[in-house]
């Protein structure tokens, strides 16, 4: 018989067993219908994070912004952005991180390993989003559009510094003269006057 285990249900004997139709877990999120769907159970006999259609989605719920979570250790990781804490920090350094996939991902930078790889060219990179943002390039995908003149982009950076033309913002200023620019590799540039190089 399937029983509590922390967070996720022990299912080993669950295609063998006469199961009751359903069991009610600890958390008092509502009940799961007995099933033998092979795609719930992973290959260590567990069932995790199942969704159940017979209960409320988004139960658990932060009291200080409001926003809504299925899992109660999404809303845990939730409560770490408001309360900046960060409690997975590398051995290397002092960085620390609130999230234990971003740990994962900075560790990467101090191995070298690069595991997304482009399956069109050579390139590699230690964040499946760094690769994702790559093979626009291949793509030629230009998912964000300026709503002024419709230009379109691949990154979102490249856009908010496009906003730029229009707005006439320039954020980079020079100390020593009071210059300004849209780019920061204008003001390098720039700052090369007032250095000699």
């Known amino acids: 018989m399937p029983h509590w285990t922390g967070n996720v249900y022990d299912l080993e004997d669950h295609s ?33 994070s199942h969704p ?9 719920k ?9 899992q109660s250790g999404s809303l ?8 900046g804490e960060k409690p997975f920090k590398c051995d290397i350094h002092q960085s620390s991180f ?10 990467g930078i101090h191995s070298g390993e690069k595991p997304f790889k482009s399956d069109i060219c050579q390139a590699s990179f230690t964040e499946s989003g760094t690769l994702k943002k790559h093979l626009r390039i ?26 730029r033309t229009h707005s006439g913002e320039k954020p ?18 720039h700052l090369r006057i007032h250095s000699g190089e």
Request: glycine content about 6%; charged content about 25%.
């Open 76 to 83: 845990k990781r939730h409560l770490r952005t408001h309360g």
């Open 16 to 48: 063998t067993q006469n199961d009751p139709p359903y069991v009610e877990n600890n958390l008092n999120l509502g009940t799961m219908k007995h099933h033998k769907e092979s795609h719930c159970i992973e290959k260590t006999g567990h069932l995790k």
């Open 138 to 163: 291949h793509s030629g995908e230009k998912p964000f559009k300026c709503d002024i003149c419709q230009a379109s982009f691949s990154q979102s950076g490249t856009l908010k510094t496009h906003l």
């Open 98 to 107: 609130g999230q234990s996939g971003t740990l994962m991902t900075h560790l």
């Open 172 to 189: 980079f200023k020079c100390d020593l003269c009071q210059a300004s620019f849209r780019h920061s590799a204008s003001l390098k540039r």
């Open 52 to 60: 159940r259609a017979d209960r409320e989605e988004n139960t658990f």
């Open 62 to 70: 932060c009291d200080l912004c409001q926003a809504r979570f299925s």
